[in-house]
């Protein structure tokens, strides 16, 4: 569909449905164009528009994708960072030092690549085991009977009838047909971060505007804001709908606007616990190796009086500080990592960098029903004003749940209405026909169903349930009740004033069901004449409060026991609920979650703190109850504003925000479209379990990211160290630029097996977040031990050999064998592990060794400009290797 300057449909590719949503056309000619029927397609027109429209999905472009992927490799700044040291080695005419930098970055590009593609590979394999469905209504024969099924989204064609519920993604671009209620997410097209509403319009009328100049109208954008089209890319954010498809696959507004230009991003979240120290520590890197140059320049010169001449051996210095296999390291790590939890836990890594984050974890929010409870309520009793059991409320609160249900024609009832449906009285409401129906949304904290009696046309009943201060803070009147009056008489015409203080007794009431640990809804009832409009919530005034029911949810079976390994994997649980505070505590309480939850607090009392005032009440407390999805989306916020690495669990639209604000988002399988669209990981069940042993593999991957940090790093920064003082003091360069490249690749195809270590569990208790301060001291630390033992040798190689060939295969050799000892004893959770067999590391670290060992006897040993060693060398050699690991060994056990 395009829209054309008269908001018209215009241009349409050659495989489009004709032009059908454009304004001016009512829903009849709407359909009549697509040759639909609100009662949908049959099964054969649906296969036939398959084949001639394609299937429902964005565009892509094959060709270019390969290419893409090699140029994103090569925009990595250590790639980049290469590419420059290499130009410059090229301009200088050092030919050996820029080829070696060419086979650096080749090998590096390479092994990204190619482990980008098998983890895409795995994901996107991943991926369609929680693909999204459509609800549509289609017919086996053209006169049989119309039926909802649940079909894959790419199989949605133009002409079907979707139905669309809280949480469902618009699969497609649509014209609704009808609607309850109905709000959606349209963020990513428009911008917006609020929901807006939507609702059918017989005769829709052009709202495009129009630019200055003669100018067409910008369809995008204007196009967005029509109120009887929903868009692909946006989601339901509550109520209901059926519509018509008008426009899927590359024809869709959403598939347009990416050919036409950029992709709209959705504005950019705060920088994950990744972002902050991987990113972090790559960026403080790069800044010393763009420092490197200029000082190895600056120091040769000072010293040794030395020009231009020493450029390639400080290009090759600045390469050897390059850790350019962080990338293939931390794809590596990460997809093996997620590739486990997919086989051995059923749980789905969306995004890589995610499972670093879940393993950097300190605070983890979920919400209560569900997580905490079974979310199956069984309806405990209902209670008149005055606290009198009163089977009229739970008639009322059931007529209530069925024509909600029914009315908004929504996939399937909430749990509280299923246990409400389930119970006699649902068998009462054959008194009354449906009008219209303003389903629950979690913002407003109720539902109200009209319906009137057959005979009393024009009079219409509210029946509205929810919340009990919400429903409360909307009656006026209190019903002083008769027996079995649900069907008898109305409207109430005892009822009296409802005060501040009844008002107030019955909150108080409430809270006492909601502290032994019951959920409470509130039920209320108004008479109003018939009128033309449609209801909205402002509607929901002036009610006459009916009473409460009461339900019992049991808690989940797991997760006392899950509690206590998050716990004990130095995780905080917070609980952040739209319940009643104290069904909330209550529960936690009894889950022995915290050392006591104490009181709760509620979405009024975050709205009444600043930023900063909510960021310190959230360190400290343990329950937030009342929570609109905004509250719990700023509690995230305020969380990891406080420096805490955050994840989310939750499930519904209310959770839509907090998941997208965590630096994890986790969902069920079972969760609405959106949210699993939305998250990072998705679990097999709403099971705090799953979470414990995607925490444990996300530090058992970042574990073996760091430990590549760590020994990359201070092995490296002693070598800078130990040539800075080796150029000032030798009359001779220490080690020959090839040297440097071809030592460094070795150490470099060494340290991948880091990322195929696997760290104890003993290794793993804390939250593992490599902060870029603690890292530097660390490898402060442990660099200047590694120049100790280089400058140790300098004086051993004075002292036993003679000349620069000998001194250049001493350093080789002395350099690969302390690089096989940091692997070794710098890796995480090497204590830990000490007694079992690390095979790759073991095999790493004895090929660097007999290489570091071989290379100088070998006959490339000329070739890369070294001599022969005697043999004292190598006894005094045994001696500083000793003394090095002894003071690894001892800084490593003292700083830990
Ligand atoms: N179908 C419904 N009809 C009317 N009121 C409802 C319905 N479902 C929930 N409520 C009320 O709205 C409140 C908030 O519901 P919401 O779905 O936001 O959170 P929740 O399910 O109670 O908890 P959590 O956030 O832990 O999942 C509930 O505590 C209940 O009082």
Not at 690 to 706: F, H, L, M, P, W
């Amino acid at each position: 569909m395009a829209w054309g300057r008269d908001g018209q449909a215009a241009v349409l590719p050659a495989a489009a449905p004709p032009p059908a949503a454009g304004p001016g056309l009512t829903r009849l000619e709407v359909l009549r164009r697509l040759d639909a029927g609100p009662r949908g397609l049959t099964d054969a027109e649906a296969d036939g528009r398959l084949a001639r429209y394609g299937e429902n999905h964005l565009p892509e472009s094959r060709t270019t994708r390969g290419l893409l992927r090699v140029a994103r490799s090569l925009r990595d700044p250590f790639t980049m960072m290469l590419l420059v040291l290499g130009a410059v080695s090229a301009v200088v005419a050092s030919w050996g030092t820029a080829c070696v930098i060419t086979v650096l970055v080749a090998v590096s590009c390479a092994l990204r690549t190619t482990g980008e593609i098998r983890a895409e590979r795995a994901s996107a394999a991943l991926r369609e085991l929680v693909a999204g469905t459509a609800t549509v209504r289609r017919r086996g024969r053209p006169d049989g009977p119309a039926a909802t099924r649940e079909v894959p989204v790419e199989q949605v064609v133009p002409g079907d009838v979707v139905c669309l519920g809280p949480g469902d993604l618009v699969p497609a671009d649509v014209r609704l047909l009808g609607a309850a209620g109905l709000t959606v997410h349209q963020g990513m097209l428009t911008g917006e971060s609020a929901p807006v509403a939507k609702h059918p319009v017989e005769v829709p009328v052009a709202v495009i505007p129009r630019q200055g100049g003669g100018q067409p109208p910008v369809p995008e954008l204007s196009g967005f804001h029509h109120p009887h089209l929903c868009f692909q890319g946006s989601s339901v954010a509550s109520g209901s709908a059926t519509a018509v498809v008008v426009a899927t696959g590359a024809a869709t507004q959403f598939a347009r606007g990416q050919a036409a230009g950029p992709r709209r991003r959705r504005p950019r979240a705060a920088p994950t616990a990744f972002d902050r120290s991987v990113d972090g520590i790559s960026w403080i890197l790069i800044r010393f190796m763009l420092l490197t140059p200029p000082l190895v320049l600056m120091a040769n010169a000072a010293v040794r009086g030395r020009g231009l001449e020493t450029l390639p051996f400080a290009v090759a210095v600045a390469v050897g500080m390059t850790p350019e296999m962080l990338p293939v390291i931390v794809t590596t790590a990460l997809s093996r990592g997620s590739a486990r939890l997919a086989r051995e836990s059923d749980v789905i890594v969306r995004r890589l960098p995610a499972l670093h984050d879940a393993g950097a974890m300190d605070v983890l929010c979920v919400d209560k029903t569900g997580t905490l409870t079974q979310d199956r309520p069984i309806v405990d009793g209902a209670a008149d004003p005055y606290g009198r059991p009163d089977p009229a409320v739970l008639r009322w609160a059931a007529l209530n749940s069925w024509w909600t249900v029914h009315l908004a024609e929504l996939p399937e009832p909430d749990p509280l209405d299923e246990a409400l449906l389930g119970t006699d009285s649902a068998a009462d409401d054959t008194g009354f026909d449906g009008v219209d129906a303003l389903p629950f949304d979690p913002e407003r904290r109720i539902a109200t169903a009209v319906v009137s009696r057959p005979g009393a046309w024009a009079r219409h009943i509210l029946v509205t349930k929810g919340a009990a201060a919400e429903v409360l803070e909307r009656c006026t009147r209190l019903r002083v009740p008769e027996p079995e009056e649900c069907g008898a008489s109305l409207p109430f015409p005892d009822a009296v004033p409802l005060d501040a203080a009844t008002r107030a007794d019955l909150l108080t009431r409430a809270a006492a069901h909601a502290e032994e640990g019951l959920r409470v809804l509130a039920v209320a009832v108004a008479e109003r004449r018939a009128g033309g409009d449609a209801y909205t919530p402002e509607d929901e005034r002036d009610l006459v409060f009916v009473g409460f029911v009461t339900f019992h949810d049991a808690v989940a079976d797991t997760a006392a026991d899950a509690l206590g390994a998050l716990s004990e994997r130095g995780i905080t649980v917070k609980v952040l609920t739209g319940d009643h505070p104290g069904t909330a505590v209550r529960i936690c309480r009894s889950l022995g979650l915290g050392p006591d939850p104490g009181a709760a607090v509620t979405g009024r009392d975050i709205d009444a703190l600043d930023d900063d005032a909510l960021t310190k009440l959230a360190r400290t407390t343990t329950v937030f109850a009342r929570c609109t999805p905004a509250h719990k989306a700023r509690v995230v916020t305020a969380l990891r504003r406080a420096g805490h690495t955050t994840g989310f669990l939750g499930d519904g639209v209310n959770d839509l925000p907090a998941l997208r604000a965590a630096d994890v988002g986790m969902c069920p399988r079972g969760a609405v479209d959106v949210a699993r669209e939305t998250c990072d990981v998705v679990l097999a069940s709403k099971d705090l379990t799953a979470i414990d042993r995607t925490v444990a593999e996300g530090r058992r991957s970042s574990g073996n990211v760091a430990s590549y940090l760590r020994v990359t790093i201070s092995s490296n920064l002693g070598n800078v160290i130990a040539m800075l003082v080796a150029g000032a003091i030798l009359p001779f360069l220490p080690m020959l630029p090839a040297q440097v490249l071809v030592q460094n690749l070795l150490f470099d195809i060494a340290q991948l097996a880091l990322a195929f270590d696997n760290p104890p569990d003993a290794a793993l208790r804390r939250p593992l977040m490599l902060r870029p301060d603690r890292f530097l001291r660390f490898v402060t630390a442990y660099g200047s031990l590694n120049a100790a033992a280089d400058i140790a040798t300098f004086g051993v190689l004075w002292w036993a050999t003679d000349g620069d060939d000998p001194f250049h295969a001493g350093w080789f050799t002395e350099n690969l064998l302390t690089q096989a000892l940091v692997i070794t004893l710098l890796r995480t959770g090497r204590r830990a592990a000490e007694g079992r067999t690390p095979g790759p590391i073991r095999l790493a670290t004895a090929g660097l060794a007999a290489i570091g060992l071989a290379v100088p006897i070998t006959p490339l040993a000329p070739l890369l400009g070294m001599g022969t060693l005697p043999l004292r060398y190598y006894a005094a050699l045994g001696v500083v290797l000793t003394a090095y690991a002894t003071a690894l060994a001892l800084t490593r056990k003292r700083r830990q």
